[in-house]
Nanobody, 122 residues
Framework: QVQLVESGGGLVQAGGSLRISCAAS????????MGWFRQAPGKEREFVAA????????YYADSVKGRFIISRDNAKNTMYLQMNSLKPEDTALYYC???????????????WGQGTQVTVSS
């Protein structure tokens, strides 16, 4: 199994940018897809973006398309989420996940990080 640790969250003004990271350790010898999800207070966890091991398959939620960019560096076992033009509604705890395929549903992922908080002020 893969262990995941997120970092890079913080407070940013609306319109600003932030990059969060997810470092993987453990069974990183096998190819695995990764994804970002987020959960705001009082709301359900929602899909943000996902990327395959090969980086050929990339998916985004409509709410972040054109503003967020997901990427990964397999040599560093790290995934990134570049977040631009941030809005107050992007405020949430952001989780990274690893699994067999880049899916928008949480069920196919079998490893999850603890989350990093992103707060966007208006």
């Amino acid at each position: 199994q893969v262990q995941l640790v997120e970092s890079g969250g913080g407070l940013v003004q609306a319109g600003g940018s932030l990059r969060i990271s997810c470092a993987a350790s453990g069974r990183t010898d096998k190819g695995y897809a990764m994804g970002w999800f987020r959960q705001a207070p009082g709301k359900e966890r929602e899909f943000v973006a996902a990327i395959s091991w090969s980086r050929i398959l990339i998916y985004y939620a409509d709410s972040v398309k054109g503003r967020f960019i997901i990427s990964r560096d397999n040599a560093k076992n790290t995934m990134y989420l570049q977040m631009n033009s941030l809005k107050p509604e992007d405020t949430a705890l952001y989780y990274c996940a690893a699994g067999k395929s880049p899916d928008s549903a949480p069920e196919p992922y079998d490893s999850w990080g603890q989350g990093t908080q992103v707060t966007v002020s208006s």
